[in-house]
């Protein structure tokens, strides 16, 4: 049995939510990574995004790796993007019209090129779903 001043250590750690196992660690450090190498792919590959996949990649860090996550965050080009997104939720206005134009590109090659109607209503509405969710972000 844990000693008490050990079990109250574990007790608080399991409330505020910094305890987690080595699997569980290894398991989001892992999908960080693979997250990173999609985001850096797509700084060469025409609408392949590259900012949301190293988002999604610092939160997953932030559960695994805090120094890959800080990493990512003082990166010179995407690091205060995708700071500013994960710590306050919020985006630039020029980052909002960039992403919206982005999805908005991509839609419209995904829905030219698609020839089940169904389908192309359903990228529509997924299109502006994420649209509107980009355009309610708080702005910097």
């Keep these: 049995m844990a000693a008490p001043q050990q079990q109250d250590r574990t007790d608080a750690a399991v409330a505020d939510g910094t305890a987690i196992g080595v699997w569980p660690r290894r398991m989001w450090r892992w999908v ?11 700084i060469f590959l025409p609408l392949l995004p590259t900012t949301i996949f190293w988002i999604l990649a610092a939160i997953c860090f932030g559960r695994g790796d805090p120094r890959l996550q800080a990493w990512i965050f003082s990166h010179h080009r995407f690091g205060p993007p995708v700071r500013d ?5 919020s985006m630039t206005r020029r980052g909002k019209l960039y992403a919206v134009s982005g999805l908005g590109v991509g839609c419209i090659v995904a829905v030219a090129v698609t020839p089940i109607p169904e389908v192309r209503v359903a990228m529509l509405a997924i299109f502006i779903s994420v649209a509107v969710y980009i355009i309610t972000r708080p702005e910097l």
């Design 85 to 89: 997104f994960v710590t306050r939720g």
């Design 32 to 42: 960080g990574l693979l997250l990173l190498g999609l985001g850096a792919v797509g």
